[in-house]
Each structure stands twice: as C-alpha cells, then as structure tokens.
C-alpha cells in the first residue's frame, strides 16, 4: 500500500484531499482503486459515483462496491461498453447484475465505443461539496493491474473533476460541454495532439530544444505518422517505444531520419500510454509536458473512441513511471527473466503470467 495512505489511515479522500496520487501498476497495487470505490459506497456523505467499465473481472471489486453504494441509496451511473473484445456477454452480465441492484446503467454513445477510464465521486464534507476522480490509462480489472504496466491517477483538483463531470454528461446525453484541462477523443484530441508538435517544429526552427517522448500499445493512424514525418523532418528528435502495431518506418533519410522506435519485451505487458513534449527545454527537464492517456495513436482511438488525455500534475510523481520507461528509449531490447504463457481466465479476457 503507498506510503500515503498509510499517513492516513488508509483514508483515500484525506490523502487524495493532501495532493494529487499518481500510483504505477503492477509495481503498485490496483487494491487502492478498489479501496477507493469501497470507501464511497460506504461513506453516508458520498452523494454519487459515476464509472465507466470497459473491461473487468466477473468477480469484480468495482462492481461489488457500485452494488453496495446503489442499495445504500447513492446515486449510483456505470457506463458499460458492450463492444468490449472477448467480453461482450461478460459486460451483459455485469450489467443486468448491477441494474437489478439499483445502478443505472448506460451503454454510451451511438458508433462510438467508450474507452476512457474513469471515476468521479461526489461528496458532502463538512458545509461544502467536493468532487474527487480518478483517471487511468489501464482497465478496472484487478487480473489485468498485476502483470500490466498502468498509471492510475486520483484527484479533487477542480479543474479536472469539472471535465470529468462533463464527460460523463457527454456519455448519457451526447453533449459535450467544452472541458478545461482534459483532452477528449473524438472531439479534440487529434488536434491538440497535433498543436503540441507544431509547437515542437516551431521550438525547432527556433533553434530551441525539441524533443517528443510517446510510450504507446499502438501506432498506425496515417495522419499522426504524417506529422512525426513533418517532425523529424524540421530537426525534432522523435523516441518511441510501441507494444504492438507501428507502421511508422523509422531512421528514413529525407522521411524519418530523427525518428527511432523500441519496444519493450519483459515480464510485464506494456500498457500505460504516456507522451511528453519538450516545450523548449533538453529533456528530460521538470518543465517539459507529460500526458497520460487511455488512447494510442490509431484512427479509431481518436476518431471512434471516446478517450481521455490529461496533464500528468508535478505534484502526483510523475516522474517515476515515466523514468522507468525511458531507459528503453536509448536500449536495447530485453528478453524476458523467465518464459510467460497463457493462461485462461474465468471472465475470458485472458490474462499473461509467469508460468
């Protein structure tokens, strides 16, 4: 359990209230989220609690403590994608479980699949209301927390947990509301991803540093391997490590000449997805931009998706996963410790172990 909650008796809404909480898994345990959810069906002042669920377990603790919220009167709203790979009659199942208890239930939006992890908490404390979310770039899925690399974020920073209201309003009403801090994919997430490397070819030209990190599953959207190509091209240096899919050519004369990709190959699978932009300083540097996001760089992530991108906060450590990460940027490929396998889970999602 992070040294924060112990301070705090294990209070999520004392230590998240003291500052920001940014936790990595597996090298953190995903039990703080689900002590999160237990603790708000369980406090008489929580108000309400909305959840997205894309993938999880059948014996889920975030299911168990949106039930147990619902039947002690909260207002309690899960958004459930049907359209979750391998775990469409799963998340049926869930759901039906869940309604009976109380909770509404909303499958999001017509041709979009909701993709984005998120919490959002409302709570009476004191003489006031306050919001507390959480952001992720994994899946509430406790299996899944312990062999795959996520950052999980916690906050009742006003600005985002103002966005995070209106994604949620975004998902049962279709209408998005113009968000402060969060980037929202379809809406605006290509172009603000886009603005940050124009700023990076702008900083170039200048002769500033110009620097752009991207740790990602995936990354074959043609227009976003356009503007690295228009990167590099303008003298940026482009570092990326990819999981999966890149159809991106690297170290191109005249193309991609800047450019050089890695992927990471341990014990762990490689999920998180995190980018970082120079802003005119030699990274790495404390005043450079780091994201975290629940989108790769695929079309359908940012034009079929409804996905989040957020500022990772100097105050919640994000230097530390990124820092883990980045020493692939400059290695060599690894091979793992010790051979992994398949195995079968019980909800069919499939998890990777050592054997």
């Known amino acids: 359990m992070p040294q924060r909650l112990l301070d705090f008796d294990n209070d999520c809404f004392a230590a998240i209230r003291d500052s920001d909480l940014l936790l990595h898994w597996p ?57 979750a790979r391998e775990n469409e009659s799963a998340n049926i199942s869930l759901s039906l479980r869940m309604e009976a208890a109380g909770v509404q239930i909303v499958y999001g939006i017509v041709g979009l699949k909701v993709h984005c992890k998120s919490t959002y908490v409302v709570r009476r404390e004191k003489d006031d209301t306050l919001m507390y979310a959480h ?42 509301t113009p968000t402060r801090v969060l980037a929202v994919a379809p809406d605006n997430l290509r172009s603000r991803l886009f603005d940050l490397i124009d700023r990076e070819i702008h900083n170039a030209r200048a002769g500033r540093p110009a620097h752009v990190w991207a740790k990602l599953n995936s990354l ?32 191109i004369e005249g193309l991609s000449s800047n450019i050089r990709v890695k992927s990471i190959i341990g014990r762990f699978l490689e999920h998180s997805r995190i980018y970082c932009f120079a802003n005119g300083y030699t990274m ?24 989040l991108r957020r500022r990772a906060g100097r105050n919640a450590g994000v230097k530390r996963p990124f820092e883990h990460h980045g020493g692939a940027i400059s290695s060599r490929l690894r091979t793992p410790r010790r051979p992994l396998r398949r195995v079968p889970s019980s909800d069919r999602s499939g998890v990777w172990s050592d054997p």
Request: glycine share 4%; proline share 4%; charged share 25%.
């Open 220 to 251: 074959i959207d043609p227009r976003m391997i356009d503007k690295l190509y228009e990167a590099s091209e303008a003298g940026i240096e482009v570092d990326l490590v990819v999981r999966r899919h890149c159809t991106l050519r690297a170290g």
């Open 27 to 83: 090298f953190e345990t995903f039990d703080v989220v689900a002590n999160f959810l237990a603790q708000a069906a369980e406090d008489p002042g929580v108000l309400a609690i909305k959840q997205t669920l894309y993938r999880t377990s059948d014996d889920s603790p975030i299911v168990a403590a949106l039930i147990r919220a619902a039947e002690a009167g909260k207002s309690v709203t899960a958004i459930v994608e049907l359209e």
């Open 284 to 307: 790495p540097d404390a005043r450079a931009e780091v994201f975290m996001s629940s989108a790769d760089w695929m079309d359908r992530n940012l034009d079929d998706r409804v996905e």
């Open 135 to 176: 952001l992720g770039t994994g899946n509430y899925h406790p299996g899944n927390a312990r062999i795959y690399t996520d950052l999980s974020f916690f906050t009742c920073d006003p600005d985002i947990t103002h966005d995070a209201a209106m994604v949620f309003n975004y998902l049962t009403s279709n209408t998005l």
